[in-house]
């Protein structure tokens, strides 16, 4: 509960008293053993208004000792309307602050006389009388508003007091024309005012002479004395007291508020309690008002509350006020000294009209390591939040008196940016010694003032300073991305936390995840959010994220927030909420690419910075200014972080992006460690307008060292609604290595680009997380990237080789397409290569290679490689992930297929791949398939999750008799059951083709060898090449192998039109020569202008295994059918049982097989092969026999079927 002191509370006197007690030079001996003088105080009050604020003497005696005494408070005339507290026979002992209280109630207007009697204890001859006169004005007349109770002032020993400004008003009417008379307990000429005179309202400015000090400042001491203002008919005294010692309460000037008439209360502002010798001690704290109520709260508050060091929230709640100014106090009395005591004078300003200020952050918080040398500026939103022209001054101050806080420009007219800095080295001890630092920055303007508490922490253990983040989003339009920001100590050491906000107009616009009370540990990722923001006015708003550690609430920071909503012209489009680096120490991280968009109307020129909180210079950014739309991109220079990349720990910095009108903020976090997520770079979808959605891209989740760490996964979106998914998604679903299946349903979507992010966590170590921006581009004219793969995986054993693979690039859209391509790698090295890197026609197929020798280890580190390939164009980006999986229990590499067809006509023949495991272990396994534009034209034999086992055969098969000319892009996934990390995606292309242009005819969808082990090649195979359409084919051949050896040979390699070359497995070259069992895979790719075509080829090795039959051809005329022809199927070794399948694809299915159910056969057996060419025209057809064996589909054999019918 929160404990308040008002006059308008009567006889509820809160004992929280604040002791600066001075001691002043005695005149002569006599007065070596009296209390210091207290001069005559003086209080004012309007009839039947509030009580005036109470004020807070300091009781000392003049040669500092301690001495029991008495106090007794009188009144001569009015009845009871004075009290003191605390009161009573001996209750006290010096230095000691006494509250003097006026509760006058409805006492009509006139002038009323009392007095505080303090008496000796020990000796009643001595004491001190001090008059009170209390004024109450009447009605019209002019007198004094109110005044601080007290001016506290404190400073180490030898040091100096900072000055502090007051404000002078006239409670009533007419003009107040005032004099001030400063005095001191003991004649010293220390106390001075910056003007003698003056007329309401009117800023003063008190300040301590510590050479006129007793010992010049450098003699320990409570010192006391008096400033008294007068005008005529009424006068006012504001206690003073300075305390010079050791361990006294850090210095704190006054503050101040400012809020519209009936309008959102002011931001709360933190006050940062602490001794000058950063000890520990107990206090109490609490707040007292006069006019205006209980308008005042600090939290916490109470009797004991609190240890230094402390972060005190101090907040106003005056929705109800009257325009005027209000004046109030906080009151910090040390709880088992009461004598150190601090009152903190507040000032409320409730403005109805003219120019004012807008929310200003209500702390800012430095912080860096012991003997550091830098602590990153903050930059502060000075804005006009009334009418016409704010013309403002700033001036800082600190409570040590030193010159280390500075801001810049030190003036200017709203709306303007200030840079507040902090000059380390002129912190006590030049930065080398740990503690709170407290100053204050003062912001005026003609009738209004606003301070901006500052603290400086320097340590080992404290925060990392966290700058102010900006957000911007539309009038009524939708939220901005959340922005991650994450919270840690500078020594990477553990300590919970506490995660609060506040927000002053606008309502609850902002909220952080987690939050709460003790909610959280660090190293922690803290997700900042705009909510309910929609129905806000076009504005700034202005918030602020609180963080306090739980178990020493003196470790606080402040991060400032501000909210810029427009309703025109150019502002920041969504911009990522976080840009995410990682590497394993030692190593160094991989730039990152963002962009830059206009979210409203006319040209957005805009300029960057960087931040980073530790001050180094690692963080860049080019280009540094542009004209969106832009791509900037973002690098980490790991030589230049702290450690030089060898210091594990979390490394936080800041990219700020400016433009007239509109600021807004990325967060930077780098983290430095061998169990760290593998760094993932942003992803980039494009789809045309009204089109199909584009193909899921898959984000391989992994760590540095390739340990398992359970993870969290959540997507969120900023305007476009919820169009980002992933699977799996949710709190601690997961565990790494893992596929993250990145989808977009974006279809209803207007054309424009659309920012997300997928937020990655660590469930047992919020700490270590990872942000991946997402983009897409929906694209309503012109050239853009037509579907690309979602993922390209390459697997190799621990010292091999990787085989490469290709894919194309293709314009889904009308004109040019111009491209870029640029390879990046999670580690950083340069083991991703593909060719070429740029182009200007489309299709363009690029080859994409993995120069094994620059992997980490060299390639004989197991383990899972994360690179991206990105590719540009003007008006598009696109991304590719790259796995490259080394390891012996992982999938052994199945490269891109490529079907052809043309449009209307047969479906191609299906493609059958072997999913089989590098070492030839049993892997349980999950495929799926997925397609973007074109609907579900591609499938796949058997589906499902956990559905199958390593080694494998797939029939992949296309239906795409309705599709219009064009290339489409599919592709095949497989996730190892047990253990999704091992994962594999394999691309799809199916090229549609008018017959008014040359194309494949069907080629096999599979060529498979099966023998014992043996040195002795198997026999070869002829593959028929023909040209399905007009015009003149020319082709070649090219072949390569999962393992990268060269064990598939295919002879020629060219040709044009019809033609044939011969597949030969050469098994000297295979694993093992020949002499050991497995399944080993490759695959055939036939090329030609208008499309590629691959036959996926399998060899496999063992006994029992099927003996692999030649081909089988068939002759006859038009409309009559071949006779059947029996097909000796057997195996090596025991029997196999077997299922045989016909397909065929032109032509229609004229092939079939008997027997043909499933497991109906056995080895040694003839299967009968029939053709049905009644309705065939004249030429040539392929089909193929499937030969899948029943208890191990592994063991599968393809029979190919060449038909020819004669005229």
Not at 69 to 76: E, P
Not at 102 to 118: D, E, F, K, P
Not at 339 to 344: D, E, N, Q
């Amino acid at each position: 509960m929160l404990t308040r002191i008002s006059r308008t509370a009567k006889f509820q006197v809160v004992f929280a008293l604040l002791v600066l007690s001075f001691a002043f030079t005695l005149a002569s001996p006599l007065q070596a053993q009296t209390f210091q003088t207290v001069p005559a105080l003086a209080f004012t009050k309007a009839f039947a208004g509030a009580e005036p604020l109470p004020q807070v003497l300091t009781i000392a005696y003049s040669d500092q000792t301690t001495v029991r005494f008495s106090v007794a408070a009188s009144t001569n005339t009015g009845g009871n309307w004075l009290s003191t507290s605390p009161t009573g026979s001996g209750c006290c002992f010096t230095p000691l602050a006494v509250q003097v209280n006026v509760t006058a109630g409805n006492l009509a207007a006139g002038t009323y006389t009392g007095q505080v009697v303090i008496t000796n204890f020990s000796n009643g001859s001595i004491k001190m009388t001090i008059p009170v006169t209390l004024t109450v004005a009447a009605s019209g007349a002019t007198f004094f508003d109110d005044l601080p109770g007290k001016l506290s002032y404190s400073f180490k020993t030898g040091g100096a007091a900072t000055p502090q400004t007051i404000q002078i008003r006239n409670g009533g009417s007419g003009s107040l024309n005032w004099t001030v008379t400063a005095s001191t307990g003991a004649g010293g000429n220390w106390l001075s005012a910056s003007a003698a005179s003056g007329t309401a309202p009117s800023n003063i400015t008190i300040s301590i002479n510590k050479a006129n000090l007793p010992g010049g400042g450098a003699t320990n001491g409570t010192f006391v004395g008096q400033l008294l203002f007068q005008t005529s008919g009424d006068s006012i005294t504001i206690p003073v007291a300075v305390q010079v010692g050791p361990t006294v309460f850090e210095q704190i000037n006054p503050l101040d508020f400012t809020m519209p008439f009936a309008g959102a209360n002011a931001l709360t502002q933190v006050l940062n309690v602490a001794m000058n010798d950063n000890s520990t001690i107990r206090y109490s704290a609490a707040v007292a008002t006069a006019k205006g109520g209980n308008w005042l709260a600090i939290t916490p508050t109470g009797a004991g509350c609190c240890f230094t060091p402390l972060a005190h929230t101090v907040s106003i709640n005056a929705t109800t006020l009257a325009a005027g100014a209000y004046t109030g106090e906080i009151i910090l009395t040390e709880f088992a000294n009461p004598g150190r005591s601090m009152v903190v004078p507040v000032t409320l300003t409730v403005l109805s009209s003219g120019n004012f200020f807008a929310d200003l952050p209500g702390q800012l918080s430095f912080s860096m390591v012991t003997n550091g040398t830098k602590i990153t500026p903050q930059t502060v939103q000075v804005t006009n939040a009334g009418s016409g022209t704010l013309n403002w001054t700033l001036a800082a101050s600190t409570a040590d008196g030193g010159n280390w806080l500075s801001g810049t420009p030190a003036s200017g007219a709203a709306p303007s940016a200030v840079s507040v800095a902090v000059n380390v080295s002129q912190l006590p001890g030049g930065g080398a010694v740990a503690g709170t630092y407290v100053g204050q920055l003062v912001l005026q303007t003609t009738g209004d003032a606003t301070t901006i508490p500052v603290s400086v922490t320097v340590g080992t253990a404290p925060f990392i300073q966290t700058n102010p983040i900006n957000f911007t989003m539309p009038f009524g339009g939708a939220s901005p991305l959340p922005q991650v920001l994450d919270i840690a100590t500078i020594n990477n050491s553990t300590i919970r936390f506490s995660g609060s906000v506040a927000t002053s107009k606008g309502g609850n616009w902002l909220s952080i995840t987690p939050t709460g009370a003790g909610c959280c540990f660090t190293l922690l990722a803290v997700t900042a959010s705009v909510i309910n923001a929609s129905s806000l006015a076009a504005g700034n708003y202005t918030g602020e994220i609180i963080f306090s550690e739980f178990a020493n609430p003196g470790r606080s920071m402040v991060v400032p927030v501000n909210l810029t909503i427009l309703s025109a012209g150019a502002f920041f489009a969504d911009l990522p909420g976080e840009l995410t680096f990682s590497f394993a120490t030692g190593g160094h991280a991989t730039s990152q690419i963002f962009q830059v968009g206009n979210g409203g109307t006319g040209t957005l020129n805009w300029t960057l910075s960087t931040t980073t909180a530790d001050g180094g210079t690692w963080l860049s950014a080019t280009p540094l200014s542009g004209t969106a739309p832009s791509r900037v991109s973002v690098s980490v220079d790991a030589t230049q972080l702290p450690g030089g990349g060898a210091l594990a720990g979390t490394f936080l910095g800041q990219v700020v992006l400016q433009t007239a009108g509109d600021v807004t903020t990325i967060p930077v976090s780098v983290t430095v460690g061998n169990s760290a997520f593998t760094q993932v770079n942003p992803l980039a979808f494009t789809m045309p307008f009204g089109g199909a959605n584009p193909l899921p891209q898959t984000l391989t989740v992994a760590t540095a060292d390739n340990s398992t760490l359970r993870f969290s996964v959540t997507a969120v979106t900023g305007k476009g609604g919820n169009w980002l998914v992933t699977s799996p998604t949710g709190a601690g679903c997961c565990f790494t290595p893992l596929p993250v299946a990145v989808s977009v349903n974006a279809s209803a979507l207007a054309a424009g680009v659309y920012t997300g992010e997928i937020i990655l966590t660590e469930f047992a170590n919020p700490g270590r997380s990872m942000t991946v921006p997402v983009s897409l581009t929906v694209a309503a004219s012109g050239a853009f990237f037509d579907n690309l793969p979602g993922q390209m995986n390459f697997s190799m054993k621990a010292g091999g080789k990787v085989s490469p693979q290709t894919m194309q690039i293709g314009n889904g859209g009308t004109g040019k397409l111009s491209w870029t391509l640029t390879p990046t790698t999670a580690d950083g090295g340069a083991w991703l290569v593909p060719t070429p890197l740029l182009g200007s026609t489309t299709p363009k197929t690029v080859t994409v290679k993995i120069n094994a020798t620059l992997l980490p280890g060299a390639g004989h580190i197991p383990g899972n490689y994360i690179g991206q390939l990105l590719l540009q164009s003007a008006g598009s980006t696109a991304t590719i992930g790259v796995l490259v999986t080394v390891g012996t229990a992982d999938f052994e590499q199945i490269n891109s297929l490529n079907f052809v067809m043309p449009v209307g006509g047969a479906n191609p023949l299906p493609q059958v791949i072997t999913a089989a495991a590098i070492d030839n272990s049993a892997l349980r396994f999950s495929a799926s398939t997925a397609t973007a534009k074109g609907g579900n034209w591609l499938q796949i034999s058997t589906s499902g999750a956990g559905c199958c086992f390593t080694p494998f055969p797939l029939r992949v098969s296309i239906t795409g008799g309705a599709l219009p000319a064009g290339v489409y892009t599919g592709e095949v996934n497989l996730y190892q059951f047990a253990n999704p990390g091992t994962s594999t995606t394999i691309p799809v292309t199916l090229t549609v083709i008018a017959a008014s242009k040359p194309f494949f005819d069907n080629l096999p969808g599979q060529v498979s060898f099966s023998f014992k082990p043996s040195a002795t090649n198997p026999p070869s195979q002829t593959i028929q090449v023909r040209n399905a359409g007009a015009g003149t084919m020319n082709w070649t051949v090219s072949k390569s192998t999962a393992d990268f050896g060269t064990w598939l040979s295919v002879l020629p390699v060219k040709g044009t039109n019809t033609g044939s070359y011969v597949v030969k497995v050469i098994n000297s070259k295979l694993p093992g020569k020949g002499l050991v069992a497995g399944t080993f895979i490759g695959q055939q790719i036939v090329k030609t202008k208008t499309g590629n075509v691959t036959i996926p080829t399998v060899v496999t090795v063992g006994d029992p295994v099927f003996v692999q039959p030649a081909e089988v051809d068939f002759s006859t005329h038009v409309g009559v059918n071949p006779a059947p022809q029996a097909v000796a199927i057997n195996s090596t070794g025991t029997a196999l049982r077997f299922t045989p399948s016909a397909a065929s694809a032109h032509g229609g299915s004229w092939l079939s097989v008997t027997p043909n159910g499933n497991g109906c056969c056995f080895t040694p057996t003839n299967v009968s092969f029939s053709v049905n060419a009644s309705g065939l025209a004249a030429g040539s057809y392929t089909g193929e026999v499937n030969i899948i064996e029943f208890a191990n589909p592994a063991k599968s054999m393809t029979v190919q079927v060449n038909l020819t019918v004669l005229p």
